[in-house]
């Protein structure tokens, strides 16, 4: 047999360390190599993001060995402890104090504490822990608490078994029941994790904190942390995850922060930007020599989504903290670049006048145009970064075997914005291998993103603030922003990109910077405004319309001048630094030379530009440009001064000129060729009317395949105005070449279909890119096929289709629909309704200032407002699923008017059950009850939050059948036949009008809808067709049913008749008398039980009783004084202070029970009978027997309740006896005292009282049944013969079935209250303290005191 002879070749013995975090391409090393001490020492750069690792590798200190971070802030407050008002220790107990777990808190007698006074709190572990510690401490936590419940389950077995070879029946029934319940608890157990006990006190200097983070209480040698900024304080709050935090202090006390991480993100980016490695240099970041500042924006409560409440702080941080520069690897689509309250407080106050740089990235979801997100591509001044992948980046961190091209990642978002600027402003290396948290146990981490070139760029402008401060030290203001942008865009290298934007050039730039250090104007940026339009700050011609004609334009340019804080009016009282700044704006003037990069785009030579700007006329004739490319030029202004300096300004120019689509409705992009990292583009203008697009990739194989399959993106999208770009887009990844390829070619065709909503008018880009490290070339065609049906409306108008919607109450709707692009084939109308819609006002409106130190906005130097409003909600299903929303003020974050938007939803024991910020999601409410929905909107004018108090809340609920409408070709049909059936047509032609009609009744509406809500849900004409949004409003109820009409008439008839009789037999006089005498009686029997004195109670019953003509009225008379004695009888344990049973009450409450069952039992029996004989219509009399006989019935079912409930007080003596709280009790094991024996089973020595409640008990069943029996008021009564008989397994199983269902009632809180202490206290019977241990804990969480703060 033949060998496989194999070569070798050593392996290289140095790895590629250079490219693990890149700093060649952007000349970075190259500058820290000429200038060691320029490596961004002197420079604080703030990292606003999920918060920085306290112990992650090369984040503790700077090469010139300061402190790496500066401080820890989490802006979110998701960590906050609200504490407890402040509490001295007992003289007996000087160094105790009972913390909120409820836990005896023992205090460190070394705390040097003053004034003797303490503040407590607590906070769930799980609230300030990443979700990557969460996930292992839960799997931890259920692990150990599954063995324990184990041990139990297996105990309880032996038992079985010993029981069973004993032959003792009863025993194995309850050792059945307990195995049963410890099954039911099993299933329901849910982990609440570590509930953490906090002491907050102050020294003397400043506010000191401990954490029991092990839960032990035990703080008597726990150190005191302070506020880390004060004394670099750091701990573990886990020490097996390897999770630390710091401390901050706010409201002079009243709040301790807790600040954690939220994910590893921000440490990666910390890492990129500063890490310093002193034994490793290699692994170093941009610039070792900086400082950070930890912003956490990323709330806990949201899944580390950005909220309003930590962007305001962040940037009240940065001012706070005096950060030069600030890295934001955060952002989100955007409609309205510059808009927003934070976007315009961070330029206004941040960038301009406390001349914080401000880096931000652009967004991951290229590769087609116009796709940044805010802030980074959509904000002006804010410098918008994308990612760029060099040689370095792919042998080091993305181990390929053949390099690419340099190149732009292909995920990189891309300008221009949706107001025509850039967009992208410059790229940076995207990829990193940087520090990681030590709570995910990896030193470092490789990632790709926009989040990771925003901080490589950041770290080179922290070279440049370095260099600048310590070659201009006798300055007294930071280098501004604008100067800064000007040098790296100025000398940015061109790399390809189609917009203009190039790479980072770290020493150009300070070249740059230099040359240009005297030259004032330098610190000046441009505002660039087109006018007429929207907002615009570049010329954008995306829509056929606008490339048909030569356009003109009124371009305006005006300077920005920086400011300082100094600048303000109280802050300069002699006025010289105003008179410096308006001096600077009078003396301010450029004379402006004009030159366009494109032939098709004409401006002026020539434009001078004062302090308050200039206009020039602009034209742009994109009437001979290609269809279906993109056009880019410039329009750039140059110093005629000092033209080598580069342009001062640009005004952007970008045009997709569309291909216009034929009456076919089809058009094909043929043998489109890529290689790695190639992005071809094409423009369509989709036909009027159009609303669904069918994009098909073909890939044929013409020859022998010798590349291998490679994965490309189709990436296309429409731009809506006042739409984010998400609204028509569509984004899949093919691979082309895997699927029918064969070698030899022959053929062979691959197909990848995909479809997405469009709107008519409007360009469609369709962009297809073979993904950057994908190797090999390949060919590709691209169809785009076009359908849609229409509202005749939308058709007429041109417009984008419009929902329809039919009003219920009209009996018929006519509908009008036309195919305007091209014939439409199959069409099956169907109209479905899947949510309810309704609104809900505010209950409560309450505007007050947020009162926190945190919350001073710095535009008005004056606290921010918050408008909270509650909304009741109520379910009347479990596992609903709720969406709500407050549309105009949801669903935005940096375009948003207002400071922050939050909601939290509270069932009705105050735990909250779920936290939506900015954004609102759906949700499923598991359980049926009441919850409180609470609103806070946050911002600086309380007039503006005024016109909010009665804002509506939308609540759209899914339907769990849906409703559907019957539609119909023509009116008659619709009143002739009940026959369901969508009308259908072979075609419909082109612009042809097709009328529907809707049979507006509903057979299965739904029963929580009233009329003037709304239900939702699609109109669907075809399959090749989007649908159309359907809304329905809901109509007038129907009061009854004909044939319940007919029967209350004929009912009211014989009523009169009977009446008419009665009246000529009785006087007017003897009725008034009558009727006066009968409304006494029964004010006197209400007395009966408002009576407090037993003796004007029992005189008053026996008056009564003796003056009633019927066993009824005795009944009714009795029934009321038994009510005074179990005042508690539907929500309360017998024995419970609440139910204030005494022996001599309980005795007493038997005997009127009797009397009550005496004289009710033989007409409930009547009720008996006409429940088995169901009879559908009766006679009137027949009917007021039949009342008689159900009020009797249910007299005696609560006589017999309330005999079993005095019978179980008499009965559970030797179980339970009272304990000092007021509700609770404690049990005792009494009868164990007196003899040791089982009474699980029945036997002769069975007590009599045990034996006579479980008589009444039988009775009761006898008349009681199903789901009655589960009710509380009867458990209450039946549960405790368990009890009684020592049988706490079987007394179990009713009670957690009850509480597993019980809806979440306002009004049942008590029976919920009652019933949980009884499920605690049968577990303590049963000693499973792994149960009692784990429900104390949960009662913790799922019953808070007060309602959670948002």
Not at 364 to 384: H, R
Not at 1047 to 1059: I, L, M
Request: aromatic share 6%.
């Amino acid at each position: 047999m033949a060998s496989l002879k194999t070569t070798s070749t050593s392996p290289r013995t140095e790895f590629p360390t250079h490219g693990l975090l890149p700093r060649a391409d952007t000349q970075a090393a190259d500058f820290v190599r000429k200038h060691p001490k320029y490596d961004g020492r002197g420079a604080v750069v703030a990292i606003l993001d999920t918060g920085i690792d306290p112990a992650a590798k090369g984040l503790q200190v700077t090469s010139d060995g300061k402190r790496k971070v500066v401080d820890f802030v989490d802006c979110t407050g998701s960590g906050d402890v609200l504490l407890r008002p402040p509490q001295q220790c007992s003289d007996e107990k000087p160094l105790e104090l009972m913390g909120p777990s409820g836990r005896t808190l023992r205090l460190n007698p070394e705390w040097n504490n003053p004034t003797g006074e303490w503040r407590v709190g607590s906070k769930w572990f799980y609230d300030l822990a990443p979700a990557e510690v969460k996930a292992r401490v839960r799997l931890e936590r259920e692990a150990l608490f599954k063995k324990n419940s184990q041990l139990l389950a297996d105990m309880v077995c032996s038992q079985k078994h010993a029981a069973k070879a004993a032959s003792d029946a009863d025993k194995c029934t309850e050792l059945d029941a307990q195995a049963d319940v410890l099954a039911t608890m099993s299933t329901a157990y849910a982990d609440q994790g570590p509930l953490l006990d906090c002491v907050v006190f102050h020294d003397g200097e400043q506010w000191r904190a401990a954490v029991d983070v092990d839960e032990t209480g035990d703080l008597s040698s726990a150190k005191a942390m302070g506020a880390y900024k004060l004394t670099s304080d750091v701990a573990l709050l886990s020490k097996r995850h390897l999770l630390y935090y710091t401390l901050n202090f706010y409201n002079n006390g009243e709040i301790l922060s807790i600040v954690t991480s939220v994910g590893g993100h921000s440490t990666h980016v910390a890492g990129i930007v500063a890490a310093n490695h002193p034994d490793e240099p290699q692994n170093n970041g941009v610039a070792p020599g900086a400082q950070l500042l930890s912003l956490m924006i990323g709330d806990h409560r949201v899944g580390s989504l950005e909220t309003g409440v930590g962007l305001t702080r962040a940037a009240i941080a940065i001012i706070e903290h005096g950060a030069d520069l600030a890295n934001m690897s955060y952002g989100e689509p955007s409609a309205t670049p510059n808009r927003g309250q934070w976007v315009q407080l961070v330029r206004r106050e941040v960038i301009r006048r406390h001349r914080c740089i401000f880096v931000s990235s652009a967004g991951n979801e290229g590769p087609a145009l116009s796709t940044v997100g805010a802030p980074g591509g959509c904000t002006d001044d804010i410098i918008g970064v994308g990612a760029y992948v060099g040689y370095e980046q792919m042998k080091a961190d993305h181990a390929m075997t053949e390099v690419v091209k340099d190149t732009v990642f292909t995920w990189c978002s891309r300008g221009p914005s949706p107001n025509g600027a850039r967009g992208v402003d410059i790229y940076a290396p995207g990829s990193a291998i940087a520090s990681y948290p030590a709570y995910i146990r990896e030193r470092l981490h490789l990632a790709n993103g926009t989040s990771m070139s925003s901080p490589s760029l950041c770290g080179c402008l922290a070279l440049l603030v370095s260099a600048w401060k310590q070659e201009y030290s006798g300055l007294t203001e930071k280098v501004s922003p604008f100067r800064v942008k000007n040098a790296i865009m100025a000398t940015a290298k061109d790399i390809g990109d189609e917009l203009g934007a190039g790479l980072i050039q770290t020493d150009d730039a300070w070249q740059f910077l230099k040359k240009h250090a005297k030259r004032k104007f330098e610190d000046v940026a441009y505002d660039v405004q087109v006018l007429e339009t929207d907002g615009m700050g570049g010329i954008y011609l995306r829509n056929a319309q606008d490339s048909s004609v030569a356009r003109h334009f009124q371009v305006k340019v005006g300077p920005i001048f920086p400011t300082k804080p100094e600048n303000k009016l109280e802050n300069d009282p002699s006025g010289a630094n105003g008179e410096e700044h308006s001096q600077g704006m009078f003396d301010f003037e450029q004379r402006v030379v004009l030159t366009c990069s494109a032939s098709w785009v004409r401006a002026p030579e020539a434009l001078y530009v004062g302090s308050a700007g200039s206009m020039f006329s602009a034209v742009v004739d994109a009437t001979n440009l290609e269809p279906g490319r993109l056009h880019v030029a410039t329009i750039d202004g140059y110093d005629s001064l000092n033209v080598d300096r580069g342009p001062i300004f640009s005004v952007p120019v970008t045009v997709t000129k569309p291909h216009v689509v034929d009456s076919s409705a089809c058009i094909r992009f043929e043998g489109l060729r890529f290689n790695p990292t190639d992005v071809v583009r094409r423009f369509v203008n989709v036909p009027s009317g159009a609303t669904r697009a069918t994009i098909t990739l073909f890939s044929r194989n013409k020859s022998v395949q010798t590349s291998a399959p490679a994965a490309f993106y189709l990436h296309c999208l429409q731009l809506s105005p006042q739409d984010r770009f998400t609204a028509y887009e569509l984004k899949k990844r093919a691979v082309v070449g895997h699927k029918s390829y064969v070698a030899g070619g022959n053929g062979a065709e691959q197909q990848d279909n995909f479809d997405m909503n469009v709107i008519g008018n409007a360009t469609l880009e369709v962009c297809v890119a073979q993904f950057w490290n994908q190797l090999g070339t390949h060919e590709v065609d691209v169809a785009v096929e076009f359908n849609g049906i229409v509202p005749a409306a939308a058709a007429i108008s041109g417009g984008r289709p419009t929902s329809i919607v039919i009003n219920g109450n009209s009996g018929v709707v006519r509908a009008d629909f036309a195919a305007l692009v091209r014939p439409e084939y199959q069409l099956a109308p169907s109209a479905t309704l899947d949510t309810l819609r309704t609104a809900l006002r505010p209950t409560e409106a309450t505007i007050s200032p947020v009162g926190s130190e945190r919350d001073i906005h710095p535009l008005t130097d004056a606290a921010i407002y918050k408008l909270v409003l509650d909304y009741k909600l109520s379910t009347k299903a479990e596992n609903a699923n709720v969406l709500l929303s407050m549309p105009g003020i949801d669903g935005m974050i940096y375009e948003n008017w207002a400071d922050d938007f939050s909601l939290a939803i509270f069932d009705a024991n105050k735990r909250r059950l779920f936290a939506q910020i900015s954004y609102t999601k759906q949700i499923t409410l598991a359980k049926k009850g009441d919850y409180l929905v609470r609103v806070q909107i946050r911002h600086r004018s309380p007039s503006d939050l005024k016109a909010l108090e009665n804002q509506c809340l939308i609540v759209d609920t899914k339907l769990s059948s849906p409703a559907t409408l019957q539609i119909k070709k023509s009116l008659s049909p619709v009143f002739t036949s009940t026959v369901a059936g969508a009308p259908k047509w072979s075609s419909i032609s082109v612009s042809d009008h097709v009328p529907l009609f809707f049979k507006t009744e509903l057979s299965n509406m739904p029963a929580d809808a009233a009329s003037g809500d709304i239900l939702v849900g699609k109109l669907k004409l075809s399959a090749t067709t989007a649908n159309l949004t359907l809304e329905y409003i809901v109509p007038a109820k129907v009061t009854k049913k004909p044939e319940d009409q007919v029967a209350t008439a004929a009912a009211a008839v014989a009523v009169s008749k009977s009446e008419k009789k009665d009246d000529k037999e009785t006087s007017p006089a003897d009725k008034d008398v009558k009727e006066m005498e009968e409304a006494l009686r029964k004010v006197r029997i209400e007395w009966i039980k408002k009576a407090k004195d037993d003796g004007v109670r029992n005189k008053l019953v026996a008056d009564l009783v003796s003056a009633s003509s019927s066993d009824s009225d005795k009944a009714a008379v009795l029934s009321a004084q038994l009510d005074a004695i179990d005042v508690a009888s539907k929500n309360s344990l017998p024995w419970s202070e609440q139910a204030k049973f005494t022996e001599a009450k309980a005795k007493r409450a038997v005997e009127i029970a009797d009397r009550i069952v005496d004289l009710t039992y033989t007409t409930a029996l009547t009720s008996r009978l006409y429940e088995t004989q169901q009879a559908k219509t009766a006679t009137a009399e027949e009917k007021e027997l039949k009342q008689k006989a159900d009020k009797a019935k249910e007299q005696l079912i609560a006589a017999m309740t309330s005999k079993c409930r005095a019978l179980a007080f008499a009965a559970t003596q030797a179980s339970f006896s009272c304990a000092s709280s007021e509700s609770s009790v404690e049990l005792v094991d009494m009868a164990e005292v007196a003899a040791e024996e089982d009474v699980s089973s029945e036997t002769e020595t069975a007590p009599k009282a045990v034996k006579d409640y479980e008589k009444a008990v039988s009775q009761l069943a006898q008349w009681v049944s199903g789901s009655q029996a589960d009710e509380a008021k009867h458990l209450f009564a039946t549960v405790p013969l368990r009890v009684a008989k020592h049988q706490y397994g079987q007394a179990l199983q009713p009670v957690l079935k009850w509480l597993a269902k019980a809806p979440l009632l306002t009004a049942n809180a008590a029976e919920r209250k009652s019933m949980t202490e009884l499920r605690d206290q049968l577990l303590a019977k049963l000693h499973w303290t792994v149960w009692t241990d784990h429900y104390h804990a949960l009662s913790a969480a799922e019953s808070p005191a007060s309602y959670e703060a948002l």
